[in-house]
């Protein structure tokens, strides 16, 4: 892996680690950056590795932040599920083709982005849904098989949190439990799969002095704009994320 560390791939992964800071104060969409720069210098499956042990560290940077601003409540309601399609996508890792899940995602996560942009102009309408077990079931099971065959489960979950109206600090908050928690639980699963070892761990601490720079900066802008601007700009990164997956831009 050191053999791809060239000056303008550390520039990029520097702006890629600092970009898992930004997201994790609480623009879940901007998160696609990571993904898309680690897998052109490590390629899809082995940026997996090299990236989760970096997400862990960004939540528990976001937890040090925002962490008590938290409801409990909703990380029990999405966790289960969203465990379960860890392990449903640690399964498929090894026969479903990459290139044409990601599509499918991609067009899930517009589809419930464009349901939120409704709700947003017409409070009523959908307004039972997001309450439903099936809904936070639907959206955890997706949130787990992406997060293992992509790692872009953080629209996902972005969107859970919108829909269900949780305010811009406890979303930031709740979110950064709920991922400490299913990253942590991906660690050795994406060990037994040979996708962390001791080079990408030290690729890993390299790195990871740019995940505070990265959440400073989204805090500095989180505490100055309000809920409707903060809902607005995460619905459009994971309108940006969704047209990136399914490969429009």
Not at 104 to 111: A, E, K, R, T, W
Not at 166 to 182: D, R
Not at 185 to 203: D, H, N, Q, R, T
Request: net charge positive; hydrophobic share 60%.
């Amino acid at each position: 892996m050191f053999e791809q560390l060239t000056p303008l791939n550390c520039v990029l992964l520097a702006l890629a680690t600092a970009g898992i800071g930004f997201s994790k104060s609480g623009f879940a969409g901007v998160s696609m950056l990571h993904v898309i720069i680690f897998a052109f210098v490590f390629g899809a499956k082995a940026s997996t590795g090299v990236l989760l042990p970096l997400l862990v560290i960004g939540d528990v940077c976001a937890i040090r932040f925002f962490g008590k601003q938290v409801q409990w409540k909703q990380v029990r309601r999405l966790l289960p599920p969203a465990l379960v399609g860890t392990v449903l996508g640690t399964l498929l890792m090894g026969w479903l083709d990459e290139a044409a899940f990601k599509p499918v995602v991609g067009l899930i996560i517009f589809s419930l982005t464009s349901i939120q942009v409704v709700r947003i102009w017409r409070p009523s309408a959908f307004d039972r849904v997001p309450h439903q077990a099936w809904f936070a079931w639907t959206l955890g099971l997706l949130a787990g098989i992406t997060t293992m065959l992509a790692n872009a489960a953080g629209p996902i979950v972005a969107l859970y949190f919108l829909a269900v109206a949780l305010p811009k600090l406890e979303l930031v908050g709740t979110s950064a439990w709920f991922f400490l928690v299913l990253n942590i639980c991906k660690l050795p699963l994406s060990y037994s799969l040979g996708l962390i070892g001791w080079e990408s761990l030290a690729i890993d601490v390299l790195f990871s002095p740019a995940i505070l720079l990265g959440i400073l900066s989204g805090k500095w802008l989180l505490n100055r704009m309000s809920q409707r601007l903060f809902d607005s700009l995460l619905l459009a990164f994971t309108a940006f994320a969704a047209l990136r997956l399914i490969g429009v831009i």
